[in-house]
């Protein structure tokens, strides 16, 4: 059923999955194999919800074989145990249970929601175990997938706002990790094989830098119990440290024009960002809000929707990672007055680089983070997520207290210093797809 | 599966109170206690399925303006407000209405129930409001459906199945009539639809239902209502054969969509046949080991991707079973529509397994347990009811009744209603890029 929406989804929630949970009572422990385990015991609902995390997102990969990650990734469920990919998912359905994940440049997870009655429960574990534990990438199905990937990446590079990510990711990172990480093409794609699949799963599968994350209705024993199950199987050994180089910052400002005959331009500006744990994190959090990530609120909204009718949807985010993640400027506009809107976005952000921002739109920043607190944490699905970033990045198990209370901290002055030393509007990359401008 | 069946009763949705305030406004309270937050939402029962032709798009522009503000709160000062009480806020139109919506902590409620009940009586619509914000939606709709070749196809397979049911025209509007429309458009939607008569205020969270009913009565209770126009049932006529829709767009892979003319839930008491077709859809696209996936990407390997699609509640009496697929490289994309048709041949002819139906029920059984661990989703499904013409006393029944469903009755609606004779199928033909290419080919027409 078709369905329009007045805005699209809020993007500053890609930031706020960086805050945890006030008051929320984080179990903390290791298993005997070195894993981490984070566990919020809740019975409201008989759910059980639970995340494995690695260290295996898509900055792993090299640039002949860039989409390794994620091919593994989507292979370790097809297929594990002596099980075929049609017996998992079978199975996976006769339970109830939900086989998910995720994946960035940072990290992959596998996720496994399951009603957590004893029968349901134990027979959807002993089967994301054997996901885990046992994928067999058979060449029949890598054969499948890949041809599958490279059909998506075709028809990627065919439509305006992929194009205009994977130019943005290009340019701002070059042959940094995190540029590689958005690199896959048909060609290198192609060149993967199984072996690569296995000696991938073997280097970033391993117990240790893995983060179990585990919420709902299970008692902390049984808990223990699942970690532990699932942490027995898992490669172990000493991996290679996985430590990503230090981002670049551009030393000049760069602009990219790719033609394309859409009726709107996608517009996109960015810079190296903000990485997690981030001394300038909070202010820049709080700037963000008042920029581009509030919504109907922002200066960017305001200037460039409300007043002028020129965008639909234009919005800012930190995406803070490991290395330095993007800070993203985005919208879409009519080809015609691309170079128009173009200019107001930048004008708006120089603006408040320049001045910072008043007295009046700090109290709202901070009224609106500190009182949607409970909003973040109010289903089991979202703490799930906290879970495995707290436990991914090693935040303190007291970040989302802490989280407030640096919030309230924040001063304009902060905000418009941490904005002039961490974003240079001059030297920024943009990226323009579809315009009538040479 | 008797374990499973076991567990209906804590999956019940007990907590839901009903009220309906003396200006007709109807009020339903979930209580989820889980956590201090509340979820408001007022749903319209007004959405492209009331407009006519000249007019598309209205419905969805009226939302839009919905934030302009009015006397005692200027223009964008309702999402300062909701915003600076740590809320979020938004709204949505689709076929069968318009819904606004705020997520707050708990004391926050009469903020939202203040201020929705200030914009249903009171919104401005001024012309230079209105001039910016039509600029808005056309942007909305290029970048919606313009530029996306698969929604261009949904909008023509929509326009081609329906030829006089209203669910043939876009939600989003024709860009002529976007063109065209003016704030006189916007205001005489307002007018016609916006009473308290014609809305449900759905509430779900750490709430008291009559602390609700209380503030909804402050707020809303003074508001007068106004007879709603007659609705007219636009019926649509008989489809006698086949239907063929194609569309040119950039892009590089093609795409088949198919659809058939299936009845929707009118007397949930008595009728079978839109739950058989809900486990049918199951039994097609319920998980990846379901026959279209099994079959057709991992064993044949002639699609990339899948899927069906049926909504069982619809306020305007009709809907499309849905089928689409994007066929793997180098096979034609007729290959792939003879392949769905003949899943569905299969299916008529030798009926479903024993275990497909249970592995369908029992997925059935988990989701309206995963439901309940969203507010926002549970506020969704009582409204969409509510404005539907049903009731939110369905979700009580609605595992029981799908449960209930046999595989002779699965068999039965395929055989039913899945027949060429009562099919729409819409292709894309994917053009190549070339940034030379004239986009629109403009098509000289005389005004009058």
């Known amino acids: 059923m078709a369905t329009t929406k007045r805005c699209v989804a809020f993007l500053f929630g890609i930031v706020m999955a960086s805050t945890a949970s006030a008051g929320l009572p984080i179990q903390h422990w290791v298993t005997t194999t070195g894993i981490e385990v984070y566990f919020v015991e809740n019975h ?225 500006l960015g810079y190296p960002g903000v990485r997690r744990g981030d001394k300038d994190y909070f202010p820049l959090y709080v700037g963000n809000y008042i920029l581009g990530g509030g919504g109907f609120v922002s200066r960017l909204t305001e200037e460039v929707r409300e007043k002028r009718g020129l965008a639909y949807s234009v919005y800012s985010y930190f995406m803070p990672l490991s290395a330095l993640g993007p800070f993203q400027i985005g919208l879409q506009t009519k080809r015609e007055q691309a170079d128009e809107t173009l200019t107001v976005v930048q004008n708006t952000l120089a603006k408040f680089i320049k001045e910072g921002p008043t007295a009046g739109e700090m109290k709202a920043a901070r009224d609106n983070v500190i009182g949607g607190f409970p909003l973040r944490i109010d289903s089991n699905a979202k703490i799930l997520s906290y879970l495995s970033v707290i436990g991914f990045y090693h935040l303190p198990l007291t970040y989302l207290d802490d989280f407030n ?4 901290k924040v001063t304009a002055t902060q905000v418009r210093d941490a904005f002039a030393r961490r974003i240079d509007p001059d030297k920024m990359v943009v990226v323009i797809v579809g315009s009538d401008s040479k | 599966m008797v374990f499973l069946l076991a567990l209906l009763p804590a999956a019940a949705h007990a907590d839901i109170q009903e009220y309906k305030l003396a200006n007709g406004l109807k009020i339903v309270v979930q209580e989820d206690h889980r956590s201090p937050v509340v979820v408001t939402q007022v749903w319209y029962r007004a959405g492209s399925l009331d407009e006519y032709n000249g007019t598309t798009g209205v419905a969805h522009v009226l939302e839009h303006m919905m934030f302009k503000g009015t006397k005692k709160v200027p223009a964008g000062q309702f999402s300062r407000l909701i915003a600076s009480a740590g809320g979020r806020e938004n709204a949505f139109t689709a076929n069968d209405h318009t819904v606004y919506f705020q997520q707050l902590e708990k004391s926050r409620l009469e903020l939202a129930l203040r201020l929705e009940a200030d914009r249903m009586a009171n919104l401005l619509l001024t012309d230079k409001d209105y001039a910016k914000e039509i600029r808005v939606v056309m942007e909305e709709r290029r970048w919606r459906t313009e530029d996306k070749p698969q929604a261009l196809v949904y909008e023509q397979f929509q326009a081609a199945a329906y030829q006089a049911h209203p669910y043939g025209r876009p939600v989003i509007g024709w860009m002529n009539d976007l063109e065209q429309m003016t704030v006189a458009d916007a205001r005489d939607w307002y007018r016609r639809w916006y009473e308290p008569n014609n809305a449900t205020l759905v509430v779900v969270g750490d709430v008291s239902p009559k602390v609700v009913l209380q503030l909804a009565t402050k707020y809303f209770g003074p508001l007068k209502s106004h007879p709603l126009p007659v609705r007219k049932a636009q019926i649509e006529p008989l489809q006698h054969g086949e239907r063929r829709v194609t569309v040119q767009a950039q892009a590089k892979l093609p795409y088949v969509l198919l659809g058939y003319h299936v009845p929707v839930l009118y007397d949930p008491e008595r009728e079978w046949e839109p739950y058989a077709l809900e486990i049918l859809s199951g039994v097609l696209d319920g998980n990846a080991s379901a026959r279209l996936n099994q079959n057709l990407v991992r064993r044949d390997r002639i699609a990339i991707d899948v899927s069906t699609g049926y909504e069982m509640v619809q306020r305007g009496g009709t809907t499309m079973f849905q089928l689409d697929g994007t066929p793997s490289e180098g096979v034609p994309v007729a290959d792939l529509e003879n392949a769905i048709l003949g899943e569905i041949e299969q299916l008529k002819e030798n009926g479903v397994t024993a275990d497909e139906l249970l592995r369908v029920k029992a997925q059935v059984i988990a989701a309206d347990v995963y439901q309940r661990d969203s507010m926002f989703y549970q506020a969704m499904k009582i409204g969409n009811l509510e404005t539907a013409g049903l009731s939110w006393r369905l979700l009580k029944d609605y595992p029981a009744r799908l449960q209930a469903v046999t595989a002779e009755q699965v068999q039965a609606v395929a055989r039913k209603y899945l027949t060429t004779d009562n099919l729409t199928v819409a292709t894309l033909d994917p053009q190549p890029i070339d940034e030379h290419a004239p986009r629109h080919k403009e098509i000289p027409h005389g005004h009058n």
């Not at chain 1, 209370?405 to 309230?408: D, L, Q, T, V, Y």
């Open chain 1, 405 to 408: 209370r640096e919030i309230a």
């Open chain 1, 44 to 268: 409201e609902l008989p759910i059980l919800d639970l995340a494995v995390n690695f260290p295996a997102g898509s900055s792993r990969d090299s640039r002949d074989k860039a989409g390794l990650a994620g091919l593994t990734h989507a292979l370790l469920s097809q297929g594990a145990g002596g099980l075929s990919d049609e017996e998992i998912s079978r199975r996976m359905a006769d339970l109830g249970a939900v086989l998910g994940g995720e994946m960035d440049q940072d990290r992959a997870a596998l996720t496994l929601r399951t009603l957590s009655s004893p029968r349901e429960s134990s027979a959807a574990l002993e089967l994301f175990a054997k996901i885990l534990q046992q994928p067999e990438f058979s060449p029949e199905v890598l054969e499948r997938e890949r041809a599958r990937m490279i059909s998506g990446l075709q028809e990627a590079d065919t439509q305006p706002a992929s194009i205009a990510n994977k130019a943005f990711y290009a340019s701002l990172y070059g042959d940094h990790p995190y540029g590689i990480a958005n690199a896959s093409t048909p060609q290198s794609v192609s060149a993967i094989g199984r072996e690569d699949l296995l000696q991938f799963y073997q280097t970033h599968y391993r117990s240790d830098g893995a983060v179990i994350a585990l919420m709902g209705d299970v008692s902390r024993d049984m808990a223990v119990r699942i970690a532990a199950t699932l942490a027995a199987g898992l490669p172990g050994g000493t991996r290679i440290s996985a430590s990503l180089p230090a981002v670049t910052y551009p030393a000049a400002a760069q602009t990219v024009r790719i033609p394309h005959p859409a009726s709107q331009s996608h517009i996109l």
